[in-house]
């Protein structure tokens, strides 16, 4: 035997529990839904042709002095008593859906649930409506009991009942300030400024206040409405009054823009996805932001707000910008206070990075100052986007600067100077280089965040030229060998700078280059730079950091691990001693009783090239310098002073032992 079928029952206090503690941010939403029920049935009357739209109007009267009630009431389609059981106590129950049971794009309900959210604020909802097609008012009243009532208005009880529906409510004490005028009024503002339906808000002692505007930022590149007060129109004159229309749209979108961002943007870029009914503007930001920051973007669906500040609308490169857009394509949520992932946001999402690049193209084709006013403010957002975009590269990379050792340059200014560039992969290489090549040519820091990037896009983004990285290294082997008659001075400086470094794990060589008030260049590996580096923390930090630093430096990488393992370990760093230098021809010069002064003038040499080379000093570093500077002191004074002599200062590694 089968069982009758059984309809589910519903706990309605449940369902409400839902919906405010998981669905809706916030009580206040309960105002959006209405106002959207009441938007819906006004565009069914329009559609029906029951109503002109100049004439669509919904009003708000907040709870009041006068009134215990807020209450809600539109001049749209209204409902017949039939269907009003099924329509407004059937969870999931909606008019708004096609006959594929699919939600109409030209309304902005879907779910058959906004109307619960009143039992947030309210204990009872009530309902009045008369059909606009014609027929009876009636009275719908639903409690949070899970009950409702049914009524027809006849007679007098119904006379004051117009087309269209009202809704009143009766706050709960706790929610009676949502109520009032003050929160409406801020309320119905946020959510529906931007509403195509006149929206008013009776304030106290019976005045009206409109909280609409024109949506500016849907619609500055096609011109508002014409003025009409301009009366007759001479020939010809119609292009001019579209360019005035439009100039005017430009200068509300820009006031907007400045309310949105706290001061004027920068520029303004047009937001158009017409496969998804999307349409709005990008504003860019007039200053930077912080470091890291991301850009939210404020979302209407046909006018009602669905989010100020929506994430994951913008390529993760487009901080610099905050778009303020309005759909009627994009599907949202049950909330209503974002969009679903489907394929319509991606395919919104993708066209909306495409209208920012497209932005930043023509600016660089057709507006270079404008495109460096953007850079001085958002260059680190534009390299980011560059190194992932060949396309756009090539067109900004022209316009991109780098620091040179000539200073900061374009990069089509260091094309034009060498198409074959030449570049430092880190910031201390590019120091260090700097030093020593000759001023003629140039040589590009590219350590700095993505920039080593851009670097090795140029070749491909600029056909003409050609950029490779250059090392200290490459720069020393084309160092000339000291030969003939210096060769002998030279060996001899560089034995004594080999005994005077004793201990410090730098080896010495002796080379001859310009520029030849460099006496001596410090040459480390970057690697070697790195544990250098942590050797130094290592050694001046105490405690829980000082062995956590101990076992990091301790750690080999696998690259070292593997060094390790080979018998000779290669030297730490170089000092390359200038033999163009007088300074150093003089120490080969040096009486055998002044090594001393010549081993203390090698120590500060090291320290100086060190420095000059921008490398951290070790404690060891650091004492040798000391030492040095002051037995240069006492040697000076005190050997003027003829009281001491040379052996009271040497000690290990002076050469004077034996
Ligand atoms: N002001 C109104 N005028 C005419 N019909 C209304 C009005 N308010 C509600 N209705 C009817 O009641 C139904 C249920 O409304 P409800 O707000 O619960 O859901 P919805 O608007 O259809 O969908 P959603 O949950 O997405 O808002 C609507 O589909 C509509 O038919």
Redesign the pocket.
């Known amino acids: 035997m089968t069982l009758p079928s059984q309809p589910f029952q519903v706990n309605l206090h449940a369902v409400v529990e839902l919906l405010s503690t998981h669905i809706y941010s916030h009580p206040s939403v309960f105002l959006r839904?209405?106002i959207?029920?009441?938007r819906?049935?006004i565009m069914?009357s329009i559609e029906q042709g029951t109503l002109a739209p100049d004439d669509a109007l919904i009003r708000i009267t907040p709870v009041g002095p006068e009134s215990s009630e807020l209450v809600?009431t539109?001049n749209?389609?209204?409902?017949y008593r039939e269907?009003m059981a099924e329509?407004?106590s059937t969870v999931g129950?909606?008019?708004?859906r096609d006959i594929f049971d699919l939600p109409r794009t030209d309304?902005?309900?879907?779910?058959?649930?906004?109307?619960?959210?009143c039992f947030m604020v309210s204990d009872e909802i009530i309902?009045e409506?008369r059909p606009a097609a014609g027929g009876e008012a009636s009275r719908w009243v639903g409690r949070s009991d899970g009950t409702f009532t049914l009524e027809p208005l006849e007679g007098t009880s119904g006379a004051g009942i117009k087309v269209?529906?009202r809704?009143r409510l009766t706050p709960r004490p706790e929610s009676r300030e949502l109520t009032m005028y003050a929160r409406v009024w801020e309320l119905a503002t946020l959510y529906a400024e931007f509403l195509p339906v006149t929206l008013e808000v009776c304030g106290p002692r019976g005045t009206e206040r409109f909280v609409n505007r024109t949506p500016f930022f849907t619609r500055h590149l096609s011109p508002s409405v014409l003025p009409s007060e301009t009366g007759t129109l001479e020939e010809g004159s119609i292009e001019d009054l579209h360019a005035w229309a439009l100039e005017r749209d430009l200068e509300h979108l820009a006031e907007y823009g400045a309310e949105l961002l706290g001061a004027p943007p920068l520029d303004m870029i047009d937001i158009s996805v017409p496969e998804t009914g999307t349409r709005g503007t990008a504003f860019v930001l007039p200053a930077s932001p912080s470091p890291g920051a991301k850009q939210t973007t404020r979302a209407y669906m046909g006018g009602l707000l669905v989010s100020e500040s929506l994430p994951d609308l913008l390529p993760e490169w487009a901080f610099f910008v905050r778009v303020v857009l309005d759909s009627t394509g994009l599907t949202?949520t049950?909330s209503?206070e974002n969009f679903v992932n489907d394929e319509a946001l991606a395919v919104t999402k993708r066209a909306i990075a495409s209208s920012l690049r497209a932005w930043i193209l023509s600016l660089a084709e057709n507006d270079p100052r404008g495109l460096q006013r953007f850079l001085a403010i958002h260059d680190l957002a534009l390299r980011s986007l560059a190194v992932h975009d060949a396309e756009l590269a090539r067109i900004v990379l022209p316009h991109f600067t780098f620091e040179t050792n000539q200073g900061r340059m374009l990069v089509s200014e260091i094309v034009a100077a060498n198409p074959r560039v030449r570049y430092a992969e880190t910031t201390e290489e590019f120091r260090q280089l700097a030093g020593v090549i000759p001023s003629d040519q140039i040589v590009v820091n590219a350590g700095y965040v993505y920039e080593k990037d851009l670097m090795r896009m140029l070749g491909e983004a600029l056909p003409s030229a050609s950029a490779n990285p250059i090392t200290l290294g490459d720069v020393i082997a084309q160092f000339g060998a000291v030969l003939g008659a210096d060769a002998e001075g030279a060996e001899r400086v560089r034995a004594l700078a080999e005994t005077a470094l004793f201990g410090l794990d730098c080896d010495v060589q002796v080379r001859a280059f310009t520029p030849e008030d460099v006496p001596a260049l410090y040459v480390v590996d970057p690697n070697v730079l790195r544990s250098m580096e942590l050797k130094r923390l290592e050694e001046s930090t105490s405690g829980f950091w000082g062995d956590l630093m101990r076992e990091v430096t301790a750690a080999p990488s696998p690259e070292q691990a593997s060094e390790t393992s080979e018998p000779d370990l290669p030297t730490l760093a170089t000092l390359v001693l200038n033999w163009s230098s007088s300074l150093v021809k003089m120490l080969a010069g040096i009486d055998t009783d002044d090594q001393v002064v010549a081993s203390r003038t090698l120590r500060l040499m090291y320290v100086q090239a060190m420095l000059a080379g921008h490398n951290p000093l070790r404690p060891a570093d650091r004492a040798i310098l000391n030492e040095s500077l002051s037995d240069m002191l006492a040697l000076s004074t005190n050997l003027m002073r003829r009281d001491i002599s040379v052996e009271d200062f040497l000690e290990p590694g002076d050469g004077h032992e034996s």
């Open positions: 839904e209405l959207q029920n009441a819906d049935a069914t809600v539109d749209g389609a209204g409902m269907d329509l407004l129950q909606s008019s708004k309304r902005l309900g879907q779910f058959g649930i906004g109307l619960l959210s309902v409506t269209g529906t809704v949202p049950a209503r």
